[in-house]
T-cell receptor, first 112, second 115 residues
Framework: GENVEQHPSTLSVQEGDSAVIKCTYS??????FPWYKQELGKRPQLIID?????GEKKDQRIAVTLNKTAKHFSLHITETQPEDSAVYFCAPGDNAGNMLTFGGGTRLMVKP | EAQVTQNPRYLITVTGKKLTVTCSQN?????MSWYRQDPGLGLRQIYYSMNVEVTDKGDVPEGYKVSRKEKRNFPLILESPSPNQTSLYFC??????????????FGQGTRLTVV
């Protein structure tokens, strides 16, 4: 199965700073690269995703970049706000597999 | 409203007493799955189903059963719960038969405590 690692496991930033979370995967067949956000006490929800034919995707303050050669993709959050505080998960996948494997999660804390 | 609904949200039970957590989706999704979430261990897949009457084991299936008699429902059954099954459980669904490249929609979660 896919081995997925996220770094760092915790990240503390000052409001207004940028945050970057990296996800490394093992399956070279992976072609879908989503990031989920889970606020405290809530369900995980998709915030951004990218497919392997695109190197970068941006949606307002969040962006995802992909390096297929190195088998990693990253979540970038600019101008962080307290409401960005949450746990973020990556879950790379391919359309041949049946299981969804999540990274271990990154707890982001944005200090006002 | 498109959603995945789990019940109950909270459950405290005793060791060995059979329980069922229900999961229902109204989006006509083929793929449904169950996860448990424990501190420091992220989300781990228990079972999944790619269609009616088709189920398969995930990473941590021991002590759990599932069934998929209808497309919309995917209950999680603990025949004899033990304290190490105390956890937060999520049901999720995805469209298409290839779930790995589409968004997963999660239920609200069920916090289970086994004493």
């Amino acid at each position: 199965g896919e081995n997925v690692e996220q770094h760092p496991s915790t990240l503390s930033v000052q409001e207004g700073d940028s945050a970057v979370i990296k996800c490394t995967y093992s399956d070279s067949a992976s072609n879908y690269f989503p990031w989920y956000k889970q606020e405290l006490g809530k369900r995980p929800q998709l915030i951004i995703d990218i497919r392997s034919n695109v190197g970068e995707k941006k949606d307002q303050r969040i962006a995802v970049t992909l390096n297929k050669t190195a088998k990693h993709f990253s979540l970038h959050i600019t101008e962080t706000q307290p409401e960005d505080s949450a746990v973020y998960f990556c879950a790379p996948g391919d359309n041949a597999g049946n299981m969804l494997t999540f990274g271990g999660g990154t707890r982001l804390m944005v200090k006002p | 409203e498109a959603q995945v609904t789990q019940n109950p949200r909270y459950l405290i039970t005793v060791t060995g007493k059979k329980l069922t957590v229900t999961c229902s989706q109204n989006m006509n999704h083929e793929y449904m799955s169950w996860y448990r979430q424990d501190p420091g261990l992220g989300l781990r897949q228990i079972y999944y189903s790619m269609n009616v009457e088709v189920t398969d084991k995930g990473d941590v299936p021991e002590g759990y059963k599932v069934s998929r008699k209808e497309k919309r429902n995917f209950p999680l059954i603990l025949e004899s719960p033990s304290p190490n099954q105390t956890s937060l459980y999520f049901c999720a669904s995805s469209p298409y038969r290839a779930p790995m490249n589409t968004e997963a929609f999660f239920g609200q979660g069920t916090r289970l405590t086994v004493v």
